[in-house]
């Protein structure tokens, strides 16, 4: 099977140029500004932006949280995610305190049979003895090359003695670790202290994760990273002071990947004093929602090259599951949905509204997630050799978000009425027309196996 987009504008992290793009069976073969193949099916791109399909680092389908499950299986959240341009996912495999890592792996791979994108996982370490040292190399042999470690949430946090012990075995390895950074003692004595005032409603929430508690665990962490002299990612940096701490370590010579996501970026911490419990509670997810200087700070970091990358962090809940922190805000399952308009919301916020360039969408949504977790250049890029993974953006496309027009499975979203430019005309899944004019055709996903961060 033969697929020829012509008449585009493919987009890299460099710039843009006029490119036929000839796909065949799963593979792109050809990029020319002219190419003619009889035996290909034409799809005309005049007027539009070819994209390599997004890659979204950060998601978690089917996912227990706080006695609850996630909205959004593997099939459900990958369509969702194809309809928005991601064409793949990295998720977060994570095995309980006391379970092997495989077991984990295998339980993860069993959840993600059903999806309809590709995907990899990332694998959460969550204790640490001689049996996860040694498992940590069978899981690069694996293709599993990135790793996840909290500092907060107790029944998933290492000692700091152990993530340090971890960051050395995965510098021996050759593996990156990806830390979700904030003061856990902390946030712990500030909510018994709301408990204790009565103060239990979401409003609650961004009080006792205040961002100089996610700043502090930052700095703390690449500190541990400058002594084990090893790279590290800060997922879903959400805070201006958290900046500030990867500068000095930039400064230091350390080096120090950061992502955010688009909740951070858009939207501002006075949704949490809604009067009406579920719409406060629709945004609760940890860090929290930050202020108006913090969003200003991250688009300006993203704008300058200081953040590499832009994921979901998607974890959908529906309202019924938010209303079990009724009484107690703590127990609202914490997530957003995010997966299926990342691009949109990138697109319309950032590029159309001159932020950042079209290039720089490509690189900190394909390039930069691709090269950072290991799947560089088969993922993450439009390249003869390359996944036929493409997005036919259109530019002029002009629409509004909306609960009433979503794949995913939450019933609401955190952008209800925002109106956007740009969209996903096309998306093709390794050659195969995955998603058309908003309507996601059957496809299968695949697990994609990573090497070393290229970053
Ligand atoms: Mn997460």
Known sequence: MKTLLHGGTAVSGTGMQKLDILIENEKIVQMQPHISAADAQAVDCTGKLLFPGFIDGHT??????????????????????????????????????????????????????????????????????????????????????????????????????????????????????????ENSGLIDALTARARKAGRMGPASHPQVRPAPLEAEAVGHLLRMAQVAEVPVIIVHLSARESLEEVRAARRRGQTVYVETCPHYLLLEDSVYSNPDFLEAAKYVCAPPIRKKEDQEALWEALANGEIQTVA????????????????????????????????????????????ISEAQMCRVLCENPAKLYGCWPRKGTLAPGSDGDVVVWDPAAEGMITVRDQAQQADYTPYEGMRTKGGADRVYLRGTLAVDHGQVLETAGVFVPRGKCAL
């Open 60 to 181: 978690h389908f089917d996912l227990e949280v706080c006695g609850t499950i996630t909205a959004d299986t593997f099939a459900s959240g990958s369509r969702a995610a194809l309809r928005g341009g991601t064409t793949m996912v990295v998720d977060f495999a994570a095995p309980d305190k006391g379970d092997t890592l495989a077991y984990g792996l295998s339980r993860w791979r069993e959840k993600a049979a059903g999806a309809a994108c590709d995907y990899g996982f990332h694998m959460t370490v969550d204790d640490w003895n001689e049996g996860i040292s040694q498992e940590l190399g069978e899981m690069l042999e694996q293709g599993i090359s990135s790793f996840k470690m909290y500092m907060t949430y107790p029944a998933m946090m290492l000692p700091e003695g152990d993530m340090f012990q971890t960051l050395l075995r995965l510098k021996e390895l050759g593996g990156i670790a990806g830390v979700h950074c």
């Open 312 to 355: 979901t962090d998607h974890c959908s809940f529906t309202l019924a599951q938010k209303r079990a922190g009724r009484y107690d805000f703590t127990k609202i399952p914490g997530g957003l949905p995010g997966v299926e308009h990342r691009g949109q919301l990138l697109y319309t916020c950032g590029v159309a509204a001159g932020r």
